[in-house]
Antibody
Framework: EVQLVESGGGVVQPGGSLKLSCAAS????????LHWVRQTSGKGLEWIGR??????????TYDASLEGRFTISRDDSKNTTYLQMSSLKTEDTAVYYC????????????WGQGTTVTVSS | QSVLTQPPSVSAAPGQKVTISCSGS????????VSWYQHLPGTAPKLLIY???KRPSGIPDRFSASKSGTSATLGITGLQAGDEVDYYC???????????FGGGTKLTVL
């Protein structure tokens, strides 16, 4: 079964850092591009960024408003992608999802169940 | 303010049809494929449509979509109570070099 499972969410103080993980199974992880998307409270889906595969030199792209505070990485030996978040703000409180594309030519057809991050003092 | 503009809400009676619009520009919808997602907050989003008008395996033909110029439209027929969730359009934006989502549309089945 193709699956993504996020972990690492929790409560963190403003200005703090947190690293989320997304473990993959059921597909060839090393060949896949992985995305991170979040849904903030009361708002819609917001794309955070993506990391491409080894053929594309693990290139990363981010939403301009988040670049510099958020960093995406991956470890193909562990079939895991990571989202390192720093200088967190209360508005970063959200459910964070990782997603990828496996069976379709466009879009993201595989999503994790999400992990909740709460930034609060 | 989302790059892609969707109506905040739409509504229709059970069994009826509803359409959800997604308006963009030449740097996003006008030049790239559009995808549509169904999302119940707190759960994993589901891909409904990819490449403008194609349904992934398992998505019923009650869901359809089209694209014209810098706008896209999602159509849902035979509305059911279970369709009462949020819907998002998504594409790539060449100017931003980023994936962009619409602001989302909440569907109410009256």
């Amino acid at each position: 079964e193709v699956q993504l499972v996020e972990s690492g969410g929790g409560v963190v103080q403003p200005g703090g850092s947190l690293k989320l993980s997304c473990a993959a199974s059921g597909f060839i992880f090393s060949g896949s591009t992985l995305h991170w998307v979040r849904q903030t409270s009361g708002k819609g889906l917001e794309w955070i960024g993506r990391i491409r595969n080894t053929i594309n030199n693990y290139a990363t792209t981010y939403d301009a408003s988040l670049e510099g505070r958020f960093t995406i990485s991956r470890d193909d030996s562990k079939n895991t992608t990571y989202l390192q978040m720093s200088s967190l703000k209360t508005e970063d409180t959200a459910v964070y999802y990782c997603a990828t594309r496996q069976l379709t030519t466009y879009g993201m057809d595989v999503w994790g169940q999400g992990t909740t991050v709460t930034v609060s003092s | 303010q989302s790059v892609l503009t969707q109506p905040p809400s739409v509504s229709a009676a059970p069994g009826q049809k509803v359409t959800i619009s997604c308006s963009g520009s030449s740097s996003n919808i006008g030049d790239h494929f559009v995808s549509w997602y169904q999302h119940l907050p707190g759960t994993a989003p589901k891909l409904l449509i990819y490449a403008n008008d194609k349904r992934p395996s398992g998505i019923p033909d009650r869901f359809s979509a089209s694209k014209s110029g810098t706008s896209a439209t999602l159509g849902i027929t035979g509305l059911q109570a279970g369709d009462e969730v949020d819907y998002y359009c998504e594409t790539w934006d060449s100017s931003l070099s980023a994936v962009v989502f619409g602001g989302g549309t909440k569907l109410t089945v009256l």
